[in-house]
């Protein structure tokens, strides 16, 4: 059965840092693209940030650019992401997804929502 669990989501004053962490399981994490997305109220989904599968290199929306870092942990099934200068428009569900095929890049417009999400409010 496979498992995507976001966390980390929290309430935090303009500038500030969040991590949000993905825990997963039920497919083989390490062979899959992952990546974070957000949503805001009445607004459409957007992707965050991309990491791909064999050379773990990172892909980032350009308004996260410098600010925001994710990473993957092979081993422990995990994805991260470290959000540092948070702004109020960063306020959003932010969700976790594995690409829809193995041994994706970044380019890939094809993923898997599974998990219920983790909100993130930043205020002014």
């Known amino acids: 059965q496979v498992r995507v669990l976001e966390s980390g989501g929290d309430l935090v004053q303009a500038g500030g840092s969040l991590t949000l962490s993905c825990t997963t399981s039920?497919?083989?994490?390490?062979?899959?693209?992952m990546a974070w997305f957000r949503q805001a109220p009445g607004k459409k989904r957007e992707r965050v940030s991309c990491?791909?599968?064999?050379?773990?290199?990172?892909d980032y929306a350009d308004s996260m650019k410098g600010r925001f870092t994710i990473s993957r942990d092979n081993a422990k099934n995990t994805l991260s992401l470290q959000m540092n200068s948070l702004k109020p428009e960063d306020t959003a569900m932010y969700y976790c997804?594995?690409?829809?095929?193995?041994?994706?890049?970044?380019?890939?417009?094809?993923?898997?929502?599974w998990g219920q999400g983790t909100r993130v409010t930043v205020s002014s």
């Open positions: 997804a594995p690409s829809q095929a193995q041994y994706q890049n970044c380019y890939t417009n094809a993923w898997n929502f």
């Open positions: 039920g497919f083989a994490f390490d062979d899959y693209a």
């Open positions: 990491i791909s599968s064999i050379t773990q290199t990172p």
